[in-house]
């Protein structure tokens, strides 16, 4: 009987390609025989199921409903934000320019991006340098302009509002204190890493140029800061203070 065997480390063609499907699985997006499959899988492999605790927990710190500080200044921050997006087109236009002969490219495993479920439209926008821009200033604007909204609450909800959070930690819900760029061939398994390794939660994203608003520990931002703006697989890292701006 095999009821018994459970597989500790994860190996074999079968749990690779059940790995690639988890991300889909906690979201509940897989087919019936992919989900019953990844099911059968997950009975007797003990990675796997770490690996799937880890996903939803994801999930649910993706989905919190905790908002961002009122009095967000997004006129600072668009301000501070936008020359280094410019600076990173200007970089591109002279890599187009140069003539001289392209170095062979590395052989690298397969892999599954990030922005691998989304629509091949809104894939071809993000790749378009001078629209990624514009799109990522009209982003914060959204995303700022639903905080405001949300972070005031009707005065008869109040009461209950301050009750519940009193109860529940002890303390008023705090925003992101991080906005993150990563590249768009960055991996599932990488993104994961990443937040794991700087004590990172996801505040708000992935929009339609792959920001994200990450919270961390305050006596921890500039340390993840700065390994963040030195890791390969971010574009672009910004601190945002106790007032929101940059």
């Known amino acids: 009987m ?3 065997v459970f597989n500790i480390d994860g190996s074999g063609p079968e749990h690779q390609a059940v ?14 025989d992919e989900s019953g499959r990844v099911a059968r899988h997950l009975q007797h492999c003990i990675a796997c199921r770490r690996d799937l605790a880890r996903e939803r927990a994801l999930l649910a710190a993706a989905n919190d409903d905790e908002v961002l500080p009122p009095g967000l200044d997004m006129d600072a921050a668009l301000a501070r934000l ?3 997006l410019g600076a990173q087109d200007q970089s591109g236009d002279a890599s187009d320019t140069d003539t001289s002969p392209p ?5 690298s495993p397969a892999v599954v991006p990030l922005r691998a479920a989304l629509p091949w439209w809104r894939r071809a926008a993000a790749n378009e340098p001078s629209w990624l ?3 990522a200033a009209a982003q914060c604007v959204v ?4 905080a405001a909204l949300l972070a005031r609450p009707d005065a008869a909800d109040t009461a209950s509002l301050s009750a519940y959070h009193a109860l529940g930690n002890g303390a008023a819900p705090s925003g992101g204190n991080l906005v993150v760029i990563f590249e768009p061939a960055t991996t599932e398994r990488e993104f994961r890493r990443i937040l794991q390794r700087h004590g990172a939660r996801v505040v708000d994203g992935p929009t339609v140029t792959d920001a994200y608003l990450l919270q961390v520990a305050d006596t921890e931002r500039q ?5 963040l ?3 390969p697989a971010v574009r672009l890292a910004e601190a945002l203070d106790e007032n929101g701006t940059p």
């Open 19 to 32: 790995q690639e499907l988890l991300p889909w699985y906690a979201a509940d997006r897989l087919l019936a």
């Open 133 to 135: 821009r514009w799109a």
């Open 103 to 107: 170095a062979p490219p590395a052989a």
């Open 82 to 84: 936008m020359p280094q």
């Open 2 to 4: 095999n009821a018994g």
């Open 223 to 227: 340390r993840a800061l700065e390994a």
């Open 143 to 146: 995303i700022v302009g639903m």
């Open 229 to 231: 703006r030195h890791d």
